[in-house]
């Protein structure tokens, strides 16, 4: 069974610094890794993801995560935030055999400040 | 043009009632899915649909019953309405049911937030 672990519940950041979102994962088979994120009273859009390919993964808004099979991590990282960068995030994991099933992370809280 | 479109998107309602949301994606997707976020925003699968067959149902209660008239449209009707199940409920769609497929994104309608007074 696959899970998925969001290490800190809320990160603070100021404009213009960069932004570290950390997540681990457990899976039985290959994974594939989605980031998700989630403005206020908004519908989820997925910003990334790893299917086995490239392990460092470009996404948009300039955010990038990059898959450690040693570690069993895939930390979400962005050079520099934006005011407009604040929401949820959230890491998923499907293993990648049987029907498609994603299972969330706990989520983490992105602030960003002036 | 919006992809996946749920309604309502607000649903307030009183305990042991029963009530429908409605989901509808213009993808072209085969596979069909409902999420439940609770409270602490949570989010966990509850059922599956690939072209109008239930593939996955996640031991959720049997009040719950999803219906796909089509393969574009999954719906979910809620009987007896608890307290418990006031959530935000999503609909989501991807092109292929293989978790292993290069096509197993998922994209989320906009969520239905659903209160049982």
């Known amino acids: 069974a696959q899970s998925v672990t969001q290490l800190d519940s809320h990160v603070s950041v100021s404009e213009g610094t960069p932004v570290l979102l950390r997540c681990n994962y457990s899976?039985?088979?290959?994974?594939?890794l989605f980031w998700y994120v989630q403005h206020p009273n908004k519908g989820l859009q997925l910003l990334l993801k790893?299917?086995?390919?490239?392990?460092l993964v470009k996404g948009i808004n300039g955010f990038e995560a990059e898959f450690k099979k040693s570690e069993t991590s895939f930390h979400l990282t962005k050079p520099s935030a934006h005011m407009s960068d604040a929401a949820e995030y959230f890491c998923?994991?499907?293993?990648?055999?049987?029907?498609?099933?994603?299972?969330f992370g706990t989520g983490t809280r992105l602030l960003v400040s002036p | 043009d919006t992809a996946v479109s749920q309604t309502p998107k607000y649903l307030v309602t009183q305990m042991g009632n029963d009530k429908s949301i409605k989901c509808e994606q213009n993808l072209g997707h085969d596979t069909m899915y409902w999420y439940k976020q609770d409270s602490k925003k949570f989010l966990k699968i509850m059922f599956s649909?690939?072209?109008?067959?239930?593939?996955i149902n996640e031991t959720v209660p049997n009040r719950f019953s999803p219906k796909s008239p089509d393969k574009a449209h999954l719906n979910l009707h809620i009987n007896s309405l608890e307290l418990g199940d006031s959530a935000v409920y999503f609909c989501a769609s991807s092109q292929d049911r293989e978790a292993w497929s290069s096509y197993n994104e998922q994209f989320f309608g906009p969520g239905t937030r659903l209160t049982v007074l």
């Open positions: 998923v994991v499907s293993d990648q055999k049987g029907f498609q099933k994603l299972v």
């Open positions: 649909y690939n072209n109008k067959e239930l593939i």
């Open positions: 899976s039985s088979y290959s994974p594939s």
């Open positions: 790893y299917t086995s390919a490239a392990t």
